[in-house]
């Protein structure tokens, strides 16, 4: 049932990301860098020119070294890979500049950014480079680890060292969840005599791959910020539909597999209609915490006796529902539920040992931070993160969070909303049988065979062309969420 990526999308990226870096790499690039970089520090010298320092999921790196011991990096956007590269780059700005003046988080000082690169590479931050040992992946992983594996956590890791680094990054999410805002969305540049003001829509990492690897047409992403949490989870859960309604290839395997998709995905359209998706003791206006798509171990730099020395990457971060904060992170495995190898039922029992851990781990955090005043009894994450895990809304805020995750955790959204004791594999078939039919909606029901039929015809007949936005069957417009 899993919803692949649509591969000719996918080569697509690859192309255009090639281009890229076969122009970044080249010799007038590099010296043109090297100037750049050089003139934002004048008054010291570099060592050598820039050099090439890393190429992570949506930015492109160099690294210049200057004589008063000092490091750079300057980073572009990817094209390729981030598709919405001026905007990703001032959300991450902002939230960066919030960050450093409200909390004790470390992250680089922002030295320079812009739109427009030197050699035309377009959008940019300049920051400074923290010295570091390694990451907290590095650390965490199993040993035998090779260059293009995929992480997993030590499973003979020692108690008290797990004790140790999963309490720092409690201590950074405790930080987080201290902040309020008005909106879900993305900070402004800049501080206002009120605060930080939510201006922007909340650019989400699932946008983008849903852009890029998905062929979903940018004019039916969210435009604008969002006032409530069942307003955004509603978004979120139309995003679901018009993602397998417009993704031309690799998006259903047969009628039955169509079907299924069509049924969970309209399910939880109903649900957030009902304004079920929400936690009961969260918020729906006025409260909504930052939260970051891509805070995980990769990108927790650590020295050498094991401590936080800097958070990078802060792109994707906005003010989210409270429900997602009080999620517990994913990440404790290092592999998400959907790659683990073992399947998603062995994730979850290996990740509810892990869990425990973890949250032993915060509660110790939270009692040192209410002693010293930083935040109060009621604003303890340990238990509302129990909480999630137990009740079932850690998988629905995830499910709503990922696309292509989805199908492979509906069993987990089929539970918490319609109970009983089935298997996953019985969850899935459930979705073709009449107790689930029964729970759609007179529209969704008619509507579905000439959805599934139409996806059947799609295939892979269409060429994929990037410049035309494909509108979707004329039913899917009594679906399409408003703001």
């Known amino acids: 049932m899993e919803m692949k990526y649509d591969d000719e999308a996918w080569e697509q990226s690859d192309r255009i990301f090639e281009l890229f870096k076969r122009k970044a790499s080249s010799g007038v690039v590099l010296e043109g860098v090297t100037e750049f970089m050089a003139s934002r520090r004048p ?177 039916r992403l969210p435009s604008s910020p969002f006032t409530s949490a069942s307003s955004y ?39 957030a209609s009902n304004s079920a998706l929400s936690q009961e003791d969260t918020f729906d206006t006025g409260r909504f915490k930052l939260f970051c798509d891509d805070l995980r171990p990769t990108n927790i730099l650590i020295d050498d006796s094991l401590r936080i020395v800097a958070v990078i990457d802060w792109e994707f971060t906005y003010a989210a529902p409270a429900e997602f904060t009080y999620s517990p992170p994913w990440w404790l495995l290092l592999e998400t539920p959907e790659d683990w190898n073992w399947g998603v039922s062995d994730w979850a029992a290996t990740y ?62 089929d539970r918490k909303f319609f109970g009983g004791n089935g298997t996953d594999e019985r969850r899935i078939d459930l979705l073709d049988s009449g107790q689930r039919l029964r729970l759609l909606t007179d529209g969704d029901f008619r509507g579905m065979d000439e959805f599934v039929q139409r996806k059947l015809e799609d295939g892979k007949t269409r060429a994929l062309d990037p410049h035309v936005e494909e509108e979707t069957e004329d039913s899917l417009s009594n679906h399409t969420y408003k703001n």
Not at 239 to 266: G, M, P, W
């Open 352 to 413: 509810e040992s892990r869990l425990k851990t973890f949250l032993k781990a915060m509660k110790t955090r939270e009692d040192s931070a209410i002693r010293e005043g930083m935040i109060s009894e009621h604003q303890r994450l340990s238990i509302r993160m129990q909480d999630s895990w137990d009740n079932g809304s850690f998988w629905v805020n995830y499910g709503l969070r990922k696309s292509w995750a989805f199908d492979m955790v509906w069993p987990y959204i």
């Open 233 to 271: 989870l509603q978004s979120l859960a139309e995003t679901h539909f018009i993602h397998l309604s417009t993704q031309r290839n690799d998006a259903v395997e047969s009628r039955e597999d169509c079907r299924r998709k069509y049924i969970a995905r309209r399910l939880l359209c109903r649900l």
């Open 43 to 219: 008054s010291v010298r570099p060592i050598d020119r820039a050099r090439i320092f890393g190429v992570g999921a949506f930015n492109f790196c160099y690294r210049m070294q200057f004589e008063d011991g000092f490091s750079s990096i300057l980073r572009f956007a990817s094209p390729g890979r981030s598709m919405f590269p001026a905007e990703k780059t001032r959300a991450e700005v902002a939230v960066m500049r919030f960050i450093k003046q409200n909390t004790t988080i470390p992250v680089p000082d922002i030295l320079d950014y812009g739109m427009h690169g030197p050699c035309d590479m377009g959008p940019y931050i300049l920051m400074e480079c923290v010295d570091c040992a390694s990451n907290l992946t590095a650390v965490l992983r199993a040993p035998g680890y090779k260059r293009g594996d995929r992480p997993y956590l030590d499973r003979n890791i020692e108690e008290k060292k797990l004790e140790l680094l999963y309490g720092q990054v409690a201590d950074i999410l405790l930080e987080l969840s201290r902040h309020d805002f008005g909106k879900i969305g993305c900070l402004t540049l800049e501080a206002q005599p009120n605060g930080w003001p939510v201006v922007k829509r909340p650019l989400s990492m699932n946008m983008n791959e849903l852009v890029q690897l998905g062929n979903y047409p940018r004019h």
